[in-house]
């Protein structure tokens, strides 16, 4: 029988890492956090759930262990609910050159 962490590692493995974009400026007002994009001025908003995975991006981070990690912060919400909000947040943080993948 497998435990559980051996198992989540397994699905970690060949996941790439993603880390924040060194030159996106950072600016919190009470739990609110809004980044600033320098080469254009575009400012983006971050509801709390949304700067928790910034906060983890900090340190180059697969999109398996932010859900893990948002899941244990809220049990209460289906796993795959989850998994979608994280995906597409990740997908939107790239697309918008807020993250990249970690080399």
């Known amino acids: 029988m497998t435990d559980r962490s051996e198992h989540a590692n397994a699905k970690y493995a060949g996941e790439a890492r993603l ?3 060194p030159d996106i400026l950072e600016r919190q007002v009470d739990d609110t956090v809004f980044l600033v994009n320098p080469e254009d001025d575009t400012i983006f908003y971050l509801n709390p759930l949304s700067a928790g ?11 398996s262990e932010a859900e893990r990690i948002v899941q244990q912060a809220f049990p209460d919400v289906p796993p795959n609910k989850i998994a979608a ?3 597409d ?6 697309r918008k050159d807020l993250a ?4």
Do not use: C, G, K, M
């Open 100 to 103: 990249r993948r970690h080399e």
């Open 53 to 63: 995975i910034w906060n983890l991006l900090a340190d180059p981070t697969t999109p």
């Open 85 to 87: 909000d994280v995906s």
């Open 89 to 94: 947040l990740i997908r939107e943080l790239e």
């Open 19 to 21: 880390v924040r974009n």
